[in-house]
């Protein structure tokens, strides 16, 4: 999927109302990584993250574009001005301050470990999973958590989250480290309509590795776009439009995780 999508210029489109000209804005996603953001079956571009772009687009009266750009080029993408803004589940870490800026975060996340249906994994320790075969996708903090946490451990890494579970469901991952909320839902909505596998242990929540929360990035000097998105997502708040957004994927606020 990812190759479709790196050749290919997807987009989806929000136009303000304003009378005047507005701001336009090119934003940056991955396209998969559900519900979050993903590509469907008509090839549009959507999600909690694109929703939740395009009503801060709206908000601040901007005319935005959507493409998707795989997740190890996504930061390299936006320095290299190819989109003004990355919004696709990107946790807020010390590392990535490095590279960019973020806004406050617009929601809370935790990472998990999923493990095959009746898995008798119980202590998540470097020596007690040792020679085990554990995933994640590569270059997100999955990745590094389980690098640092399980060097005994064979570990595989995975252009995309869909490639990690096609794995697990087909039996070569022992356990898995993801993203909590996408792969709680997708356990239960796997391709085969069976729950091959489950959520198992504690929510990782070390904020080594899942930051601060989950924030938009903009370049380190575009400090302005970053406070109109910050004054755009407390608006949205306030009105409801994100409630909205958040009961079309979710049971929980993921804003505050209750």
Known sequence: MKKQIA????????TASSAGAADKIKIGTEGAYPPFNFIDSAGKIGGFDVDIGLALCERMKAECEVVAQDWDGIIPGLLAKKYDLIIASMFITEDRKKQVAFTNPYYLAAMTHVAPKGASITTFTNEALKGKVIGAQ?????????????????????PTQDEANLDMVNGRLDLQVGDMLPLLDWVTKNDDGKACCEIIGEPITDKKFVGEGVGIAVRQDDNELREKLNKALDEIR????????????FTVDVYTMQ
Not at 139 to 158: H, R
Not at 238 to 249: F, V, W
């Open 138 to 158: 590569s270059g997100t903090t999955q990745a590094d958590f389980i690098t640092a946490t399980y060097p005994d451990a064979e570990i595989k890494l995975y």
């Open 7 to 14: 050749a290919i210029a997807l987009a989806v489109m929000a």
């Open 238 to 249: 306030a009105d409801g439009t994100y409630k909205k957004i958040n009961d079309k994927y």
